[in-house]
């Protein structure tokens, strides 16, 4: 008889890869470089998804910044197995399960049964507000989100009051164990993990990979991480940190922050020097970085060159939603200082 696979489940947080300095994407990276998987496994994304760079625009950001390079430099295979909205195996209907909750909504008694799924939630909300590592991440996240889906069960049942988590997590594993690899690190996000989980008990051998320490570059990726969210309330520190980074994603963040600050002249300044330098990575900032300078040639009243950056973006073979968005409204019209400029 065969040997069973060896499973890693590595949780994603998505957003809160950003947010959390002990968890940044680089962590994921070198978890799975600790743990030498010959598949790597992704189930926020469908199968077919990688084909078209657009895949790139997902919430699950450790994706398409580390995980998919590193695996694709190194010769991994990596191989998307979630579910697409209209996959035909999917067992659910996503409208169903808004239906259920629509239709509680009318009722007393059905509110009071959503409240006791909501007040669930109020652990996982308290951690989340904290900057975990990949042992908070086990030892209280997960069995929260477990806590909070098995009373959503208890009180909404299975099928539409669970979203179908269980029949879903089944077919995301079944694809996995049939990708062929032997050590498979299989990615999802951290609310996938519980079912996940239990679904491939008895199936596999799942292994849980130790805490990793991500080294300088970790911590340089947790700098870059804040001054991305710039939500300081005085950045000269900040700035004065990023200017002793000599990568063109420091100087992509600081022109953030300068512009954040009213000064577009010292922004404009960053983003010319980023121009010099080579910055096709990480994924975003080709687009971000040509819409921002875009925004702050139009602050300068160059709208010969804004107009030049604009065109740039869409010129790209592929750029985030939000830049292309960023650069559309660049075209038909001139940046304001006090227009959006969340790019």
Not at 242 to 264: G, I
Request: glycine residues 6%; charged residues 20%.
């Amino acid at each position: 008889m065969a040997s069973l696979a060896s499973v890693a489940i590595v949780p994603l947080v998505g957003p809160f890869h950003t947010r959390w300095p002990r968890y940044t994407v680089v962590h994921v990276r070198e978890l799975l470089k600790s743990f030498s998987p010959d598949v790597v496994a992704l189930a926020p994304l469908a199968p077919g998804d990688l084909a078209a760079p657009t895949w790139q625009d997902t919430d699950e950001v450790a994706l398409p910044h580390t995980v998919v390079p590193w695996a694709r430099r190194v010769g991994v295979p990596v191989v998307a197995v979630g579910l697409a909205p209209d996959d035909a195996l999917d067992p659910g209907d996503q409208q169903a399960s808004d239906d259920l909750e629509r239709y509680l909504q009318q009722y007393e008694a059905g509110k009071q049964r959503l409240a006791r799924v909501r007040a669930a939630e109020a652990p996982i909300r308290q951690l989340l507000g904290s900057a975990l590592n990949l042992g908070r991440i086990r030892a209280e996240l997960v069995p929260a989100i477990a806590a909070q889906q098995a009373e959503r069960e208890l009180v909404l049942g299975k099928g539409p009051g669970t979203a179908w988590l269980e029949e879903r997590a089944a077919l995301v594993a079944s694809r996995a164990l049939s990708s062929g690899g032997r050590r498979i690190a299989l990615l999802a996000g951290v609310d996938s993990v519980p079912a996940l989980t239990e679904v491939l008990r008895g199936h596999c051998q799942l292994v849980e990979v130790a805490e990793v320490d991500a080294g300088d570059e970790g911590t340089q990726r947790a700098l870059l991480d804040v001054a991305m969210l710039g939500e300081v309330e005085d950045s000269t520190i900040l700035l004065r940190r990023l200017a002793e980074l000599a990568v063109p994603e420091a100087r992509y963040h600081e022109a953030n922050l300068l512009l954040a600050a009213s000064r577009p002249q010292e922004a404009l300044d960053s983003l010319e020097r980023l121009l010099k330098l080579e910055f096709h990575e990480p994924y975003y900032l080709p687009g971000f970085a040509l819409a921002r300078l875009g925004q702050v040639y139009d602050l300068a009243q160059a709208r010969a060159e804004a107009l030049r950056s604009y065109r740039g973006v869409l010129a790209l073979a592929w750029a985030p939603a939000a830049a292309v968005a960023a650069a559309t409204a660049g075209l038909a019209a001139p940046f304001g200082l006090y227009d959006d400029y969340s790019s």
